[in-house]
């Protein structure tokens, strides 16, 4: 393969190079080699160092972006284990000193916490034996005793309460406050579960509200809180919640649900879809590489027999949503999702056993109390957003492995064509119902539009962004094939950028999905470097770095938009992007992002695509067989019923075959 197709460089200085490399490595293995290698070495069977954020071959070969480690999910499991066993005797301490507060030690105790001194020692003090001898006592005499002072206490101090005395009598033990419980529970469902359908609302409302365990449980309810933390906007209702930090309470759901999840081999089903809401609740917080096991286990575990005998129409909306959501996140970080059973999935009908009509649910604006009784209902749509959602991301996961995966043949026009006619057909086939109509001038258009709609095309569109990238990036194209593939990539890339602004318009930045921050970086990212004037590329990344502030505002807000908004800052300054005047206003606290912060983040140093990886897979003849390809695109795709003259149109390749 000629250095050309790498974009430039002289041939002579880099055959020098790449020979000298040759020698070095035919010479030198690593000095120590790990049990547990990165993804690189694994594919071409060769020795690691174990070194990171990098090892040592992949430093020499220039692939650092590309050096990444994957836990077993064995070890995954064990270290979950040993932090749930940590966060449970956590909990048990925090759980002694909240119970010791309500007593007369109560004052005592506030100020030895303002002292800086830790939960254990505190707990291990309050657990001193009540008076000389109590360790002489037999056991069964300590427990009556025991409770028999409790119950003294709270009778001199007034506090017997029948709530307090009975632990566990709710679906948290974090709160008891039933207004906030309901006003978190009414964002996950309005903001949260429309885009990251997990579980089945209905099984679960029923479970819910009659108090059983078979689809819903206190592990799953203290993720679903936890995660609504991230969109708790205090807002103009900071009154209504005195002494609420969402800060806090997200930390204290979310050590909640992973001390509850059980550790058996056969799993629940809302263990899985705890595990899924624990990958989101992390993500949010800036621990995208944590956050990444969690998910993983979750799609492990649906092909393991599950515990219980669910609902088929639960247990499908639970496959695909976990399906959806891991493909997602590996397309946007650029791995290949592990997922047992492809083939099957590929060949199995989404939601076959999910009756669309039955869920004619309503969706209505909602991020403070109070704001049911102002806003107007909607139709949601979201089961059936769910199911378009899933269709799509078995396309991504084509996408994906013929992108990225070194083991797969390597990447032809005629495979590149057949992913974006797969595509194409996706986005035919969409319902009108959740079409987005076109010549929208402004949001006053699109009263009935609803948010989980715009996040499933700017999903689409950031998917075809990805697929046509990496080829911009060839020298061998002629020029005017380059100029139509980069147009195309552009169109998707303005489409996004449209719907994001509709989304900010109707909704704000605020309660966008997470994973959907991801999207915007690469939409503004092709829009800065492809077409700096339509829209101005100063507009964009304006755009970009206060969307990004503004999902991170407030106590609860995604700490994760802080490390991705330093990378696009820098990536801009170095496609010599104008910045904003007030870009030290936007950027916020001026927090210094470290190498370990943008792992933890997106899982690599930078949101943008491996390109050298995806060329190195390219066919030779790719740039010869694209333009007779693409002519065969145009020939079937152009007679479609459906938006067909518009299609033909943007495919139009005259200038294309001539150039």
Known sequence: MSSSRL???TGDSNEVAKGVANIVRKKRGPNSVTSNACTSC???KAKCDGSKPACQRCVNRGQEDDCFYELHTKTQKEAMIREIKELREKNTWVDLILKAIRTSEGGEIL???KNGETYEAISQSLERPPFPGFASLSPKSQVQLTKAIAEFRMDLEGERNAGDLVEGDGWTNVTQNEDLIDHLLALYFTWVHPVYMIFSENHFMAS??????LYCTKALVSAMLAMACHLFDMGDDASLWPGVDPEYLRSRFLDEARTLLPQDDRPKMTTIQTLALIFLVELGNGKGSKASHYIRLAADSLNTRLEQHYSTEAMEI????????NVAWSGLTYQIPNIQGTAELAAEDVY???LLDNHDALWRFYRHAGDYAVTSEHPSSAVLVASEKARLMRVVHESIHLLYDSRDRGITARLLLKQYRAYLDWERALPEIIALPTGISSADDLEELVPHVLSLHIEYHTAQIHLFQPFLHLSDFSGSTRQHIMSITVDHARKAYEAMVLYRELFTCRYQPSLQTFCLLHVCDVLVRFSPSQPSSSDVVKFCLENLRETADGRGGFAICGPLQEMFRRTAELCGAPMPEDLEDIMGSGTEYTTEDFLNASTR???KQPVDSIILKMDRNITIDFAHEWKEIIDT???????????AKSMRIDDLLNG
């Open 7 to 9: 974009g430039g460089g």
């Open 42 to 44: 694994k594919r071409a």
């Open 111 to 113: 100020k030895r916490l």
């Open 208 to 213: 819910f509200k009659n108090r059983s365990d």
């Open 318 to 325: 639970t496959k695909w949503g976990i399906y959806s959501l």
């Open 352 to 354: 076959q056993h999910v």
């Open 605 to 607: 140093l930078s949101y």
């Open 637 to 647: 795709s152009g007679t479609s019923s459906t938006g067909s003259s518009e299609r």
